[in-house]
């Protein structure tokens, strides 16, 4: 019996989204992109926005689908994109974020040191290459950067691509959050190309705007909100005190046998394809398993961090322009300590500062050039009475404190 070459899934945000190519069939099929299903798209954002329980599954194909609205307009255009580029920047977007970990960006790092998901992204796909018989290099290719029309890169990955644009849509959708909203239609509808490079064309200048500025709002009142932001750190120093009682022979088991090896007997300096079938097997479950489980654990530390997370009994935080005074941190320390009577070093892992910065468009990063009618390029920031002028081309920086609040 011939397996299935064309599905419809059905997606709250866009309704019906179509797949009609047997190897993408696969690829989704595959337990390396199932995994998805299970890593939560905004971490803990669900603790303040309870409808933000989408996964990265859902990204992915959400993103999957704009990448075909978008290859289809610029083919509407005249612009040339054969058969195979087209399969290629589908497979290229639909896997962009198969090398994410546990929590995604909050245990980033922590895990596994000094390894980006995005290189973990390209390890993955070299291996279905080879499953697929080489069928994957061109989407590689276009994902690295190292395919000769360019635009087909910067539709996965620039400061316009619909990596961006899905999770914004999907984001503010799921938090409910009006501010995320963006008119991707219209944007979409505006692309063009010229020389090699992706642009949009001037009537989507307002849109463009639209889209930084909720950008910026998003990550603001959502990303960065500061109950979002205590929870991921709380997850983060969870982690480390894990990593700090292993390292002193303590027991300390996950009941995740993944976990319990890149906890414990993961080395570093062995690079990390050699274990990425277990990576692959990770996710959101093995830590939040471990987690409470760890609230039994002898080390009070350790379990009162976890009982606070899971109970969502968090540290509170704040955010302000300038760095925190050291006599305040080292006042709430003091008192936490004489409160759980832990140690000065212990309460560390319950007072911690730190700082946080976003960007609202960042030229030096990756332009998004406006085709005049005349044929004249132009920065967005460039553009007559732009609203992305430089003011908001600089970087805005917070700091944060994060503490247990005793009586």
Known sequence: MQAASRKIINDPVYGFITVDNPLLLQIIAHPYYQRLRRI??????????PG???????????????????????????????????????IA??????????????????LIKDVHHESISILIMRVLDKEFNGQLQMAINIFTNNYHKRFLHQLVSGQLDVDRMDYLIRDSF????SEGVIGYDRIIKMLTVNDGELMVEEK?????????VSRRLMYWQVYLHKTVLSAEKMLVKIVDRAKELISKNIKLNSCSTVLDFFLQNFDNNIAIEEHLDKFCLLDDYDVMGAIKNWIFHDDKVLSYLCKSLVDRKLLKAKLQAEPFDEN????LKTKICTQLNITEEEANYFVFTGETTNTTYDPSDER?????KDGSIKDISKVDNALIHQTLSRPVKKFY??????S
């Open 368 to 372: 998004i050039n406006i085709l005049f």
């Open 401 to 406: 404190i994060c503490y247990l609040k005793v």
């Open 52 to 90: 933000a329980v989408h996964t990265r599954l859902h990204h992915s194909l959400g993103a999957y689908h704009l990448m075909c609205n978008a290859l289809a307009e610029l083919k509407n255009k005249g612009f040339e994109i054969t058969a195979e580029e087209e399969l290629s920047a589908k």
């Open 93 to 110: 977007i639909l896997l962009h974020d198969v090398g994410h970990g546990p929590y995604s960006h909050g245990l980033e790092n922590k």
């Open 204 to 212: 989507a200048v307002y849109s463009i705007e639209k889209f930084l």
């Open 40 to 49: 939560h798209q905004m971490a803990f954002a669900h603790l303040v926005y």
């Open 174 to 177: 799921f938090t409910g959050v």
């Open 328 to 331: 305040y941190v080292q006042e």
